[in-house]
């Protein structure tokens, strides 16, 4: 069964320093893995998909991640912390495969990430 | 474009009333969905659908109903409303699955509900 566990509930960093957010995934065939980012009172959006066609993948606002399957992983990264990136991040997992023909998408319970001046 | 819009923002319900949680996407997407997040955890998926007229049942579909008429719409029902109920509600849509094709989904901004 898929799966996608965050390893960390919150993660606080202050502003400039790099951003880690670690995410593993359990999934049977080749996943399609996604991070979404919510700010307060917002909707998700999509920060960056894994397509297979490279395993680093850049995202908007600076964020990338990188998959490794030996390690089930794709954590995400930023060089730099800003003070707007203050928001709760999901990393998500699909198996279109084997979901029945629907998109389905397996979300993991979220970091909030903190930024200190 | 609009995206996926969704009504109201909020709602305060008093137990055992009803009211219909309207979403509308303008980008002619075959699939839609609705989720409900609780706090601190992910979202879960209520009810989908991948194309008008054709719904099913995703992970948490107790006490909910769906209807896709059209392709735009895809409104979520909630008959007799329960505290259990209060939650942020999302709707969602995206393009048809296609072998291989990693389809993300685009996500509207959310009901507050609060069952009181």
């Known amino acids: 069964a898929q799966s996608v566990t965050q390893l960390d509930s919150h993660v606080s960093v202050s502003e400039g320093t790099p951003v880690l957010l670690r995410c593993n995934y359990s999934?049977?065939?080749?996943?399609?893995l996604f991070w979404y980012v919510q700010h307060p009172n917002k909707g998700l959006q999509l920060l960056l998909k894994?397509?297979?066609?490279?395993?680093l993948v850049k995202g908007i606002n600076g964020f990338e991640a990188e998959f490794k399957k030996s390690e089930t992983s794709f954590h995400l990264t930023k060089p730099s912390a800003h003070m707007s990136d203050a928001a709760e991040y999901f990393c998500?997992?699909?198996?279109?495969?084997?979901?029945?023909?629907?998109?389905?998408?397996?979300f993991g319970a979220g970091t909030r990430l903190a930024v200190h001046p | 474009n609009a995206g996926v819009t969704q009504t109201p923002k909020f709602r305060i319900l008093k137990i055992g009333q009803s009211m219909t949680l309207q979403c509308t996407q303008d980008?002619?997407?075959?699939?839609m969905y609705w989720y409900r997040q609780d706090p601190g955890m992910g979202l879960k998926l209520i009810y989908y659908?991948?194309?008008?007229?054709?719904?099913d049942k995703g992970e948490v579909p107790n006490g909910y109903n769906v209807s896709r008429s059209t392709t735009e719409d895809f409104p979520l029902r909630l008959e007799l409303a329960a505290p259990s109920q209060t939650s942020v509600y999302f709707c969602?849509?995206?393009?048809?699955?296609?072998?291989?094709?990693?389809?993300?989904?685009?996500f509207g901004p959310g009901t507050r509900l609060t069952v009181l």
């Open positions: 969602a849509s995206s393009q048809r699955v296609r072998e291989g094709f990693k389809n993300e989904q685009f």
């Open positions: 999934s049977s065939y080749s996943p399609s």
């Open positions: 894994y397509t297979s066609a490279a395993t």
């Open positions: 998500v997992v699909s198996d279109p495969l084997l979901s029945g023909g629907y998109n389905k998408l397996i």
């Open positions: 980008m002619n997407h075959n699939y």
């Open positions: 659908s991948v194309g008008a007229g054709i719904t």
